[in-house]
């Protein structure tokens, strides 16, 4: 099985910055796009940016130039850097991974997406 966890969130004034991480963990084999979303209350969960495994990126048009993916395909590792945050940017930020894992020690190959538990991130004003 594989395993996506999520860390890096938190409460931050409006204008500050974080660092999500979400690293991923199993018998994997490859890890192709990676995916941060996210979800306000009430409100339905949207992409916010993807990085492919060659790095071609992608991102919502609300945090365009706010936010940055990068990933560390060693670690099987991607990251989200939130910066000039602002109130509405408050929500559960979720990773999803499209990953390749062996489902024993020697197969069969699965491909399939996975997603993490979520980390918060509030802004206040």
């Known amino acids: 099985q594989v395993q996506l966890v999520e860390s890096g969130g938190g409460l931050v004034q409006v204008g500050g910055s974080l660092r999500l991480s979400c690293a991923a963990s199993g018998n994997i084999v490859s890890i192709d796009e990676m995916e941060w979303h996210r979800q306000a209350p009430g409100k339905q969960r949207e992409l916010v940016a993807v990085i492919a495994l060659g790095g071609s990126t992608n991102y919502a048009d609300s945090v365009k130039g706010r936010f940055t993916i990068s990933r560390d395909n060693a670690r099987n590792t991607t990251y989200l850097h939130l910066n000039s945050l602002k109130p509405e940017d408050t929500a559960i930020y979720y990773c999803?991974?499209?990953?390749?894992?062996?489902?024993?020690?020697?197969?069969?190959?699965?491909?399939?997406?996975?997603w993490g538990q979520g980390t918060q991130v509030t802004v206040s004003s």
């Open positions: 999803r991974a499209y990953v390749v894992y062996l489902e024993g020690p020697f197969g069969p190959r699965v491909r399939r997406y996975a």
